[in-house]
């Protein structure tokens, strides 16, 4: 019997692991301070890039599904990583509103595989309006009560609006790489970033700036003051 294509995405090793690293750039010389993980589906097939695959998830309704085989993978390959260094999760924010065992999922992956969680940042991702908020807010509670950070992806496009971050109240902004790429010739986006970095140092949230491709868009983002960023260039 044939299996349906979400059966191949879930089977163990289908779901492959990269890490792209979150560098400190405002000192003289960039120091790595952390790596995000990103997944990849199946090579060779229709959902191998990220966007394909998380859509066809969101279309679905298997978001925690695809999470969790994300996180497994990617928790897997991280044990080749150095101990201390932070590492960071992406997840949906309908998992967590939706998937009552998502909590006790991660921890049990994490603690098997001898990787503290303390050191995890579980970025918030949302492409679709949740409903189960109350369901969200207790999972946020219980990760951070757990001993993981939580950061906020994609700031300034789709659902990562101010409702997302009252709800979210993160320590983190992962600023989206369409205020990013470019911003060393546009002043709208210099200006926007400004502003964001203001909330920012309201709320002592950190902010990295996704998306870096150019020497000239790192020198922009060291003179508005941001402290963290990534993308090719690195």
């Not at 294509?5 to 690293?21: D, H, K, N, S, W």
């Amino acid at each position: 019997m044939l299996k349906s294509l979400m059966e191949r995405v879930i089977e163990p090793g289908a779901i492959t692991a990269l890490f792209q690293p979150i560098v400190r750039i405002l000192e003289g010389d960039s120091k790595i301070v952390a790596v995000e993980g990103l997944a990849r589906g199946p090579r060779g097939s229709t959902l191998e890039a990220p966007d394909i695959l998380f859509e066809f998830a969101r279309r679905k309704n298997e978001e925690s599904v695809v999470d969790r085989a994300a996180i497994s993978s990617i928790l897997r390959e991280a044990r080749k990583l150095p101990s201390d260094l932070a590492l960071h999760l992406n997840v949906h924010a309908s998992t967590l509103g939706r998937d009552g065992r998502f909590v006790d999922f991660l921890i049990k992956t994490s603690s098997s595989l001898g990787i503290e969680l303390k050191r995890l940042t579980l970025e918030i991702v949302e492409h679709s309006n949740f409903v189960e908020e109350d369901n969200f807010l207790a999972a946020l509670a219980e990760l951070r009560a757990a001993g993981c950070s939580v950061a906020l992806d994609d700031v300034g496009i789709g659902t990562s609006n101010f409702r997302m971050m009252l709800i979210t109240r993160p320590t983190m902004l992962k600023i989206d790489r369409y205020l990013v790429t470019g911003i060393a010739n546009d002043t709208y986006q210099q200006a926007t970033m400004r502003a964001i970095r203001l909330l920012a140092d309201q709320v002592h949230a950190d902010l990295v700036a996704e998306g870096v491709e150019t020497e000239e868009d790192l020198k922009a983002l060291r003179t508005l003051g941001i402290e963290f960023a990534q993308g090719y260039l690195f």
